[in-house]
């Protein structure tokens, strides 16, 4: 099992239960991961950044009642940056694996 990763904990229902800015809905639980990725884009160039997403990822409990739409919906934001890969892939997602 490999070390918990904050971000993915942030964006699943049952490992995220708070209730700030931060959590609470789906677009609070994807808040986390924009500031993150906006502020790194920022500071180094966003063409020196890029995002790895897991949807559906099981490991260390984590679970999302709707992985695909949550995971959609943060490469639906207007990242700009390197590459975006998503593992396992998203066959309905325009975004995933290519840079915007």
């Known amino acids: 099992m490999r070390a918990p990763c904050p971000i993915q904990q942030f964006l699943a229902e ?18 986390l991961a924009i500031d993150i990725v906006t502020s790194v884009a920022a500071a ?4 020196r950044v890029g995002l790895r997403i897991s949807p559906d990822n099981p490991e260390n409990e984590i679970a999302e009642q709707d992985p695909q739409g949550t995971h959609r919906a943060l490469l639906d934001t207007t990242f700009t940056l390197s590459s975006v890969a998503s ?3 998203l066959p309905t997602c325009a975004h995933a ?4």
């Open 44 to 47: 180094v160039g966003a063409d």
């Open 97 to 100: 694996g290519r840079a915007r």
């Open 14 to 31: 049952n490992t995220n239960r708070r209730t700030d800015r931060y959590g609470s809905s789906r677009n609070g639980r994807l808040l």
């Open 87 to 89: 593992t396992p892939p």
